[in-house]
């Protein structure tokens, strides 16, 4: 999956939803490339009604860094990544 976002606002998201299976354990990798100018981003996994499965924070990454996550979604059979 390749996410970009356009959007001319100073906070940009970037979401999906997943599918997922009640206790089955995922590896979320992703590659992020940036103007480096930001503080704080987030990549991350929450449940669909926002409840936060896990997550980690980045800084300016202009170079491409990867980034990876497990997520254990429990009960959870909808994600929003």
């Not at 997922?20 to 990549?43: D, F, P, Q």
């Not at 924070?57 to 497990?70: A, I, K, M």
């Not at 254990?72 to 990544?81: E, F, R």
């Given at each position: 999956?390749?996410?970009?976002?356009?959007?001319?606002?100073?906070?940009?998201?970037?979401?999906?939803?997943?599918?997922?299976?009640?206790?089955?354990?995922?590896?979320?990798?992703?590659?992020?490339?940036?103007?480096?100018?930001?503080?704080?981003?987030?990549?991350?996994?929450?449940?669909?009604?926002?409840?936060?499965?896990?997550?980690i924070?980045?800084?300016?990454?202009?170079?491409?860094?990867?980034?990876?996550?497990?997520v254990?979604?429990?009960?959870?059979?909808?994600?929003?990544?």
């Open positions: 999956m390749h996410l970009r976002d356009h959007t001319p606002r100073r906070t940009r998201h970037l979401r999906t939803a997943a599918a997922a299976l009640a206790g089955a354990t995922y590896r979320l990798t992703a590659w992020v490339k940036n103007s480096g100018n930001i503080e704080h981003g987030w990549l991350g996994a929450r449940t669909a009604r926002g409840t936060v499965i896990n997550e924070s980045h800084g300016g990454s202009p170079d491409w860094t990867r980034f990876v996550l497990t254990k979604p429990g009960t959870a059979t909808q994600l929003s990544l």
